[in-house]
T-cell receptor
Framework: NAGVTQTPKFQVLKTGQSMTLQCAQD?????MSWYRQDPGMGLRLIHY???????DQGEVPNGYNVSRSTTEDFPLRLLSAAPSQTSVYFC???????????FGPGTRLTVT | SQQGEEDPQALSIQEGENATMNCSYK?????LQWYRQNSGRGLVHLIL?????REKHSGRLRVTLDTSKKSSSLLITASRAADTASYFC???????????FGSGTQLTVLP
């Protein structure tokens, strides 16, 4: 199993550009989530999904969209990138029980 | 907002010593988890302790949970240079699987 994969690893965007961060898992996990990590801080939840077709907002959802058309994939879309969205983005998934989460390697995004 | 806050923010010890990190949180929880993050990598789950448990062990790791004080501690015994990483606590409430992370403790183990 590849676990949780994320692409790209690095991305530089100009202010106002849009892009999609890809996340996929091959563990048949129902639950998937997106976090951002800023320097010296823990992870903050952006959006999450408890199954295909179901998504909900986390702590910091503004400026981001998600969809969950399949169990495996959970892309994160930045609608109009802003410098405040410069961060490292992590995707995670978990099964029914226990609730431990499996994390991808992260995408480092810089918005200039 | 950060549910969990780790203490200390940074810890530097010699190889072979024990490392203790503390986590405090604000609300009632279903479980508390500890994760490790090596520099530039994703987080790796270490251990989960449920709200009705007081202590849990996994290899060189020992986690305690005091729900009356809303606090947890992670003890790493006989530390190794490979334990150098950031350690985060994370909590979940009720039946929700959403995790709220603390700001982390940066552990450096000197050879």
């Amino acid at each position: 199993n590849a676990g949780v994969t994320q692409t790209p690893k690095f991305q530089v965007l100009k202010t106002g550009q849009s892009m999609t961060l890809q996340c996929a898992q091959d563990m048949n996990h129902e639950y998937m989530s997106w976090y951002r990590q800023d320097p010296g801080m823990g992870l903050r939840l952006i959006h999450y999904s408890v199954g295909a077709g179901i998504t909900d907002q986390g702590e910091v959802p503004n400026g981001y969209n998600v969809s969950r058309s399949t169990t495996e994939d959970f892309p994160l879309r930045l609608l109009s990138a802003a410098p405040s969205q410069t961060s490292v983005y992590f995707c995670a998934s978990s099964g029914l029980s226990p609730h431990e989460q499996y994390f991808g390697p992260g995408t480092r995004l810089t918005v200039t | 907002s950060q549910q969990g806050e780790e203490d200390p923010q940074a810890l530097s010890i010699q190889e072979g010593e024990n490392a203790t990190m503390n986590c405090s949180y604000k609300t009632s929880i279903n479980n508390l988890q500890w994760y490790r993050q090596n520099s530039g990598r994703g987080l790796v789950h270490l251990i989960l302790i449920r709200s009705n448990e007081r202590e849990k062990h996994s290899g060189r790791l020992r986690v305690t949970l005091d729900t009356s004080k809303k606090s947890s501690s992670l003890l790493i015994t006989a530390s190794r240079a490979a334990d150098t990483a950031s350690y985060f606590c994370a909590t979940s409430e009720g039946s929700a699987r959403q995790l709220t992370f603390g700001s982390g403790t940066q552990l450096t183990v000197l050879p």
